[in-house]
């Protein structure tokens, strides 16, 4: 049950404050209550993605590791074992797979944005996959892969120059870089 009720200021007794009263028929529902003004404040709780254990998001940040000693460390938190694990990750990829990353993910963006349709975008994402197969089974070497993302790039400047309606002008382009990757 809520209510407010008037009461004397703690700090000037001469002054009242409008307070508000609550009693709790179980712990149950004061924990309820407790968990949903948390989350009002922006205390979000989440699993850390080391030790498992739960942890409050404080001021909106989006952490994924808390900040307690890590399982099986002395000094080391879970967030400092987590940035090392991050960067081992991204030191094991090939250029390869991150080329693809980013490739992805900028035409994921493009499509979110309503810049590309679905068909284009699923279309595009074929054509990396393709690519990225390709590089991963040796057909292309390291510098035909950087001609075939300098092409991409200079065919994606053009598009937004040039009207859509003026690919032939594009096509003659493409046509100028695939002989400079033959090359």
């Known amino acids: 049950m809520t209510e407010y009720v008037t009461m004397p200021d703690p700090v000037q007794p001469e002054k009242y404050i409008l307070a508000e009263r609550v009693v709790f028929s179980s ?3 004061f924990l309820h ?3 949903f003004r948390g989350l009002m404040h922006g205390n979000v709780p989440r699993r850390c993605h080391n030790c498992r254990k739960f942890f409050l998001l404080q001021n909106g940040y989006d952490v994924r590791h808390c900040t307690r000693i890590a399982p099986g460390e002395t000094k080391r938190t879970c967030r400092q ?6 960067q081992a990750d991204r030191d094991s990829k090939t250029p390869v797979q991150i080329e693809y990353e980013n490739t992805y993910n900028r035409l994921k963006k493009r499509k979110a944005r309503g810049k590309i349709s679905t068909d284009e975008w699923n279309a595009l994402v074929a ?17 035909s892969l950087c001609n075939s993302r300098l092409i991409t790039q200079v065919v994606q400047v053009l598009q937004q120059i040039q009207p859509q309606h003026d690919l032939q002008w594009i096509q003659r382009i493409m046509g100028l870089f695939s002989t400079i990757r033959s090359i």
Not at 81 to 86: L, R
Not at 127 to 143: M, N
């Open 81 to 86: 074992v987590g940035a090392h694990n991050k």
């Open 27 to 29: 712990l149950a529902d």
């Open 33 to 35: 209550m407790d968990l």
């Open 127 to 143: 054509r990396a996959q393709d690519i990225r197969e390709q590089a991963q089974r040796g057909g292309l070497s390291g510098l």
